[in-house]
């Protein structure tokens, strides 16, 4: 009877090679490396997830920019992610650890990179998680009135007691092992990729009356308050700038693949591999299903008048309740399935952070179950991202607004800075298995700028009417980012400055480079608290 010796001795040597290298990063292998290349891929696609993102968030690019915003606006997005996920990647394969974008400017800036970094990547993370979650609320609320009209409310408190419930169960799935995650991140990647072909197939066939392709591919919008309302006009270009939050919000997340690579086999290629086609495929099916969504707006101005519920709208107009139902089932499980994952790489970065001793209460978070689940960090990822949407009670919209905001601003200045120490390194750098070669030179530059351009977008106003000074201020359309990012930069800025400038320095090593090998996972598993 023929045997797989060989398979097992590939993946022995792969096992030995992560752990060696986890080894020579100076950390003992304590988590459960049970993911494949798929898997990492999955992880990050999910947490993109376009069924999430750029559906919940839809209405930002239809009020600002109109449907130029919604398909160019994407694509241009799109591109630019690619080329940031290209420069990470380089990164990852380098130095696949759990910390990720902390470690990677830890060691190749110093203490005070790696300082700054993660605080931006940890407020991200719980940033992105909530709004992920609060986005699934929404959705989720519009179909359980579509089902119970009787019974299901429409407030502001009726989202957030869902919003509640959907954090509860992703709290209790990621209290489970890794492999069981894997497994639902696996089914997550199918159910996007064909969930999608559904709705567009759904979409093309079932309206009476679609959108024209000028409509489509050349409408613009401006429903902001600012003026300017064409591609000739300076002002346009602001409130399309705006716009594109929807879909830079989305294509958020990728840096999942990087977070789980202690947990990943092959990590050095497959955590590169995942973060970039993680966004590669996002942008191709986003692309296809925002087209699609498009074709089917029955009316601008109702369109407009939905805001947040503006894809529900769509469905339920031009398809009638039984397909938008349909619909929005496909939808609501792809966003549970996008807010199970956030949690899972949030609380492997908090995992990570604490493991160095960086987060207030280290030892509680950095405290690894029997089935080596970090759950303490799980829990408190949970917590504060609800926390983190409790003024949606006073305003959904503006609530959910100045969440992706803070999530884009925080993800992406933790993605800019390790890249900008990459190109100042130059020649020093030493890769791993994936590398961009000479080719970083210029794909590492353009990330930053983009990056640099974005977050000054989103720190601006969305409304005149949210200026102070203006003479029809009002607070209900404040953009609070640059408050709370600010907040936050200031509150761990200073804390470095005050204190930990005296004692952080950076990864703590838990083995010598000269040390015994790494231990195994036969003798973890009795030495696993």
Not at 43 to 62: N, W
Not at 411 to 438: D, N, V
Request: net charge negative.
């Amino acid at each position: 009877m023929p045997t797989n010796d060989r398979t097992d001795d590939r993946n022995s040597v792969g096992k030995d090679d992560d752990e060696a290298t986890l080894h020579r990063l100076g950390y003992v292998q304590v988590l459960y490396r049970e993911m494949g290349g798929f898997s990492n891929f999955a992880i990050s696609f999910t947490i993109i997830s376009i069924l999430a993102g750029c559906l919940t968030s839809y209405y930002i690019a239809f009020n600002n920019g109109g449907p130029v915003a919604i398909t160019w606006g994407w694509l241009l997005v799109g591109g630019f992610c690619v080329l940031v996920a290209m420069a990470m990647g380089e990164i990852a394969s380098a130095m696949p650890t759990a910390g990720a974008l902390y470690f990677w400017a830890s060691k190749l800036g110093g203490p005070a990179w790696g300082w700054f970094t993660g605080w931006f990547n940890l407020v991200g993370q719980i940033a992105v998680t909530a709004a992920i979650d609060y986005g699934a609320a929404i959705f989720t609320t519009a179909l359980l009135n579509l089902w119970f009209p009787t019974v299901a409310g429409t407030g502001t408190g009726t989202v957030f007691v869902v919003y509640s419930v959907i954090v509860a169960l992703h709290l209790a799935l990621n209290l489970l092992n890794v492999n069981l995650l894997a497994r639902l991140n696996t089914v997550s990647a199918w159910w996007h990729m064909i969930g999608v072909v559904v709705i567009v197939a759904v979409l093309i066939v079932i309206p009476e009356n679609h959108q024209s392709a000028a409509f489509v591919f050349g409408e613009t919008i401006n429903n902001s308050g600012f003026a300017g309302n064409g591609f000739g006009d300076v002002g346009f270009w602001f409130v399309f700038g705006i716009g594109l939050l929807m879909a830079q919000y989305t294509i958020t997340g990728y840096d999942a693949s990087a977070h789980m690579s202690e947990e990943t086999r092959l990590a050095s290629r497959a955590a590169a591999w995942g973060m970039v086609m993680s966004v590669a495929v996002s942008v191709l099916f986003g692309f296809v299903l925002l087209v699609a969504v498009t074709f089917a707006v029955p009316d601008v101005q109702g369109t407009l008048d939905a805001l947040g519920n503006a894809v529900v709208y769509i469905w339920t107009e031009s398809l009638g309740t039984a397909w938008a139902e349909f619909l929005l089932l496909i939808a609501v499980v792809g966003q549970f399935f996008c807010g199970t994952a956030s949690v899972t790489s949030a609380s492997r970065m908090m995992f990570a952070f604490s493991r160095d001793g960086a987060v207030p209460g280290s030892r509680v978070w950095r405290k690894v179950a029997a089935n080596r689940v970090p759950v303490n960090a799980v829990i408190a990822i949970a917590v504060l991202s609800w926390a983190l949407m409790l003024p949606t009670l006073a305003n959904g919209v503006v609530g959910y607004l100045v969440g992706t905001s803070i999530a884009v601003i925080g993800l992406y200045i933790a993605f800019a800075l390790p890249i900008i120490l990459r190109i100042r390194a130059g020649a020093r750098f030493e890769g791993g298995a994936w590398s961009l070669g000479h080719h970083y030179r210029w794909i590492a530059p353009v990330a930053v700028a983009w990056i640099a351009i974005v977050c000054l977008l989103f720190l601006m106003p969305v409304s005149p009417k949210g200026i102070p000074g203006a003479a029809d201020f009002d607070w209900n359309v404040v953009n609070y980012a640059p408050l709370t990012v600010g907040g936050a930069l200031i509150l761990f800025g200073g804390w470095y400055l005050l204190s930990a400038r005296r004692w952080f320095t950076g990864p703590v090593r838990e083995v010598g480079i000269e040390e015994e090998p790494p231990i195994t996972e036969r003798e973890l598993e009795t030495e696993t608290p």
